[in-house]
């Protein structure tokens, strides 16, 4: 059930639309009141969706990265969808809707962070975890940033699968979540960077060790409900090995089972050789550039690498600023080689999109604490420009993910997934950043009106 209203405790700020709603229809109360009732059994009609009718008036809407934008817009919206997108003197909006005023302010799609992981602390023990915990969590991670739908690529299955449970129930606001649960890693070859954070919440052994054992694992993920898999085709274990590759045979073990069930497969590489067992086991996603621990020393990605990612139809999720986090990490970085490694890292992001390489946003947060959007914006823009941004953000992942149907454009009978943001991300890159509302399906998870 789509429950417009969202649940029970926001009932009279789902009416009033938040403190910067600044004009106010007459609602027809016997509609309104009948509304309440059936939210309150969530159970809420058609009719009441059509009774809470939401119109963005006034805004500079970019519809989709590839339409050219309506300067002076209004969306409408109704039972979760868009009902109309267009120029404001052409859409008509009902006296009974709600309506925000969006003069000077940008709409579009919904964002999708490709690349998050369900592991602050915040956001475990997701089966009874008091609710507010959860929605604190879930706002300064992800619907403060315009974050509508997200992968998460490597978290405990069980607590993951919890949360989206509680989400989708509208017990709590949050993005629609799509998880490949717990991650493949190498035998001997959980990487140094994860060892304490494992043994601390007393997760399960990820290293699989042949390819029976690894496809009977990922069977028994995905009949849980995951959305895919990711396998370290190249785990970070330090010392002599540095980088450790997953043995091919037992990666396309992995990733045929992903497939058969007609869902994505993502990989962690590292570098070159990790890269190389990507393709060969034929991953759909690489979730890092690998200019960095193994990747450092070998330069921008070779013509020829990029020519068999791109054969292969592999989308790439840069997570610029985490190389940025990682070096920091460890102490610092001479500000020479700092410069020297980005540039490797934005040559990669921008050969690999140059070549026509599919780029997906994503941040790696989750697992790095830098919740703040703006640095990947500065970095992406050295790379790609605004409109690419914008595609990685919205109509990439839709349609890798299979929900080009449903999500990354604004047009009648999508999801209403929106974002408003204050600024032109046109002119400035940054304000995607600049999040005033975020809307899934039509209800507000972050922000006003």
């Excluded at 106010?24 to 009141?33: C, F, I």
């Excluded at 009609?45 to 519809?63: D, F, K, N």
Aim: glycine residues 10%.
């Amino acid at each position: 059930m789509n429950n417009v209203l969202g649940p029970v405790p926001d009932l009279w700020s789902a009416i009033s639309w938040r403190p910067r709603l600044v004009q106010h229809r007459q609602l027809h109360l016997g509609r309104v009141l009948s509304c309440l009732i059936f939210a309150i059994s969530l159970n809420a009609s058609p009719a009441c969706a059509q009774a809470v009718e939401t119109a963005l008036e006034h805004a500079r809407i970019y519809p989709s990265p590839d339409a050219a934008p309506i300067s002076d817009g209004t969306i409408l919206i109704r039972g979760g969808k868009i009902a109309a997108v267009g120029p404001a003197d052409e859409v008509r909006v009902p006296g009974s809707a709600r309506v925000i005023d969006a003069t000077g302010e940008v709409v579009a799609a919904g964002f999708w962070n490709s690349h998050v992981h369900i592991m602050p602390t915040e956001l475990l023990g997701a089966d009874k975890a008091p609710a507010a915990r959860l929605q604190g969590g879930l706002d300064q991670m992800l619907n403060r940033w315009g974050f509508t739908t997200v992968f998460d690529i490597a978290s405990a299955t069980a607590n993951t699968l919890a949360l989206r449970r509680r989400i989708e129930s509208g017990e709590i606001a949050g993005p629609k979540i799509l998880t490949v649960g717990d991650p493949f890693f190498p035998e001997g070859g959980t990487p140094i960077y994860v060892r304490a954070y494992l043994k601390a919440h007393g997760w399960q052994d990820e290293e699989v060790s042949s390819p029976e054992a690894a496809a009977a694992r990922a069977r028994s993920q995905l009949d849980r409900g995951t959305d895919g898999v990711k396998i370290f085709a190249g785990a970070i274990v330090g010392g002599k090995i540095g980088v450790l590759p997953m043995r091919t045979d037992i990666a396309k073990a992995v990733v045929a089972v992903a497939h058969r069930r007609g869902k994505p497969a993502f990989a962690h590489p590292s570098n070159f050789a990790g890269i190389n067992v990507a393709i060969d086991s034929g991953v759909d996603v690489l979730a890092h550039t690998t200019a960095m621990e193994g990747g450092i020393d070998q330069g921008p990605w070779p013509p020829e690498m990029i020519a068999r990612m791109r054969a292969h139809n592999m989308a790439l999720i840069p997570t610029l600023m985490l190389f940025d986090v990682e070096m920091k990490k460890e102490g610092g970085v001479p500000p020479e080689a700092f410069a020297a490694t980005f540039d490797r890292i934005v040559s990669e992001v921008r050969d690999y999109a140059a070549a026509g390489g599919q780029i997906l946003f994503g941040t790696d947060v989750g697992y790095i604490d830098a919740y703040d959007t703006t640095e990947e914006f500065q970095l992406l823009s050295r790379a790609l420009d605004w409109r690419m941004i914008l595609k990685s953000l919205t109509t990439a992942p839709a349609e890798r993910f299979g929900f080009a149907d449903r999500k990354g454009r604004l047009a009648p009978g999508m999801d209403a997934d929106l974002v408003v943001l204050d600024g032109d991300p046109a002119k400035d890159a940054t304000a995607f950043s600049r999040v005033r509302t975020t809307i899934r399906e039509g209800r507000i998870i972050w922000g006003g009106g």
